[in-house]
Each structure stands twice: as structure tokens, then as C-alpha cells.
């Protein structure tokens, strides 16, 4: 998985690159709320932020998630262990919350609980016959391998996790594309068309549009 680490303390930080890394997933440490924001112009699979970074409340970047559709798993970090900062932590959309100081058997749990559930584990993921291996970064449709570019990748990825969800334009290039200059959402029509002729064409589709509204990747057979 490609996890956030968004985390001031640089003991606790190295602590979290090592430990997830040698789990076989990639790490990306941000310091502040700033670079956190910044960093989740990529996607990842998992959130990890502490709530008191220099410049602001890590549960502040699950909020901007959730309030964008992203349920991406979240567990947040917080030294305060007081039952209404929990519950805080909880209703600001976070999958879990982890005490400081934790051990780090404790945090691998709580990481496979809350991407068990978000079915974000295991670096694979299905929808029918399609499989994405997100950690090799391969694509399969009925056991043919298919040969991407990384931005279908991604995008493709973008669509699999959230597969069963109508996603909008807008929403696809915001999680998708680097939209400091917007290059408008008349991209995303040209990319999935790329995508269904990789992915879907002389097979039963999984790529739906839903007019007016986006597009869904579904299993429908
Ligand atoms: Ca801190």
C-alpha cells in the first residue's frame, strides 16, 4: 500500500517509515498540515495523522477527505487520550485513532483492521474479472495482462478502489491529475476512452458512464 504519514515528530516519523516499509509498503512522511495536503494530491491507501502537527490539527486532512467523498482509511494519532477528543476523531471521519505512545504491533493491527474493512488490503484488488496488483503495479482482465501508461494506471486504480461509486469529472481530476493549472474535465472523457479500449474493448464493459453525472466501475454481468 502507499501509506501518508503525516507526523511532526521525527523519532515517531522514522519510527513509521522503517516499520511500514519492511511491511512492504511505501512510505511518504509529511511534516506539517501543509505537506500532508500537498502529498495527498497522490493517492495512497491509507492515511496516518497525528493531531498536533506545528501548523495545525492532523484530523483537519480526513475532514477535507471525507468532505470530498474520499473514504480512504484513516487512522489518526493523538498524545490526548481523553474520551471527547476521540469521539472528535471519530465524527471528523477518521477509520480509527491510536494513543501515543503506541506500540507498533498495536498500529499494524489497527492498519489491518481498518483497510480489511475499506478492502484496500492485500495490494490486489478485484472488480469481476479484472485484477489490479497494486503493488507490482500490474493490470489483468481474464487473466490477460494489460499494458498501461501511468496515468490509465492511476486513474484505473482510481476507479478500482472506489469501484461501485459514481465518481464525478470533477472529483476524478481532483484525485487523479496535478490540477494546478486545470486542464479541464474534457480530459477525463479522453482518458477513459483510452481506458475502454485497454480495458473493456470485445469484453463485457466494468467502465460505465452515468450520464450527467460521471462514470462508475462496476461489474455488471
Ligand atoms: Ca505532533
Known amino acids: 500500500m502507499r501509506i501518508l504519514v503525516v507526523e511532526d515528530e521525527p523519532r515517531i516519523a522514522s519510527l513509521l517509515q522503517r516499520g511500514l516499509g519492511e511491511e512492504g ?3 511518504v512522511v509529511a511534516g506539517t ?39 480512504v482509511p484513516a487512522i489518526v494519532l493523538t498524545a490526548r487520550d481523553r474520551v471527547d477528543e476521540r469521539v472528535e476523531g471519530l465524527y471528523g471521519g477518521a477509520d480509527d485513532y491510536v494513543t501515543k505512545p503506541f506500540a507498533f504491533d498495536e498500529l499494524l493491527a489497527r492498519i489491518a483492521a481498518v483497510t480489511r474493512r475499506s478492502g484496500a488490503s492485500g ?19 481474464g487473466g490477460d495482462e494489460l499494458s498501461l501508461t501511468p496515468q490509465e494506471l492511476r486513474l484505473l486504480r482510481y476507479l478500482a478502489e472506489n469501484h461501485g461509486k459514481v465518481l464525478s469529472r470533477t472529483r476524478i481530476l481532483g484525485a487523479v491529475w496535478d490540477t494546478q493549472h486545470d486542464p479541464g474535465t474534457n480530459l477525463i472523457n479522453v482518458y477513459i476512452s483510452y481506458l475502454r479500449a485497454k480495458v473493456d474493448k470485445g469484453r463485457e464493459p466494468l467502465i460505465h458512464t452515468v450520464r450527467g453525472l460521471g462514470y462508475v466501475l462496476e461489474d455488471r454481468g
Open 33 to 71: 498540515l501543509y505537506e500532508g495536503r500537498r502529498a495527498l494530491a497522490e493517492p495512497v491507501d491509507l492515511l496516518i495523522a497525528d493531531r498536533t502537527l506545528p501548523d495545525g490539527d492532523g484530523l483537519d486532512l480526513v475532514r477535507s477527505l471525507r468532505s470530498a467523498g474520499d473514504r
Open 25 to 27: 509498503h511505501s512510505v
Open 123 to 141: 495490494g490486489r484488488i478485484e472488480v469481476g474479472d479484472l485484477v489490479l496488483d497494486t503493488e507490482a503495479l500490474r493490470v489483468y482482465r
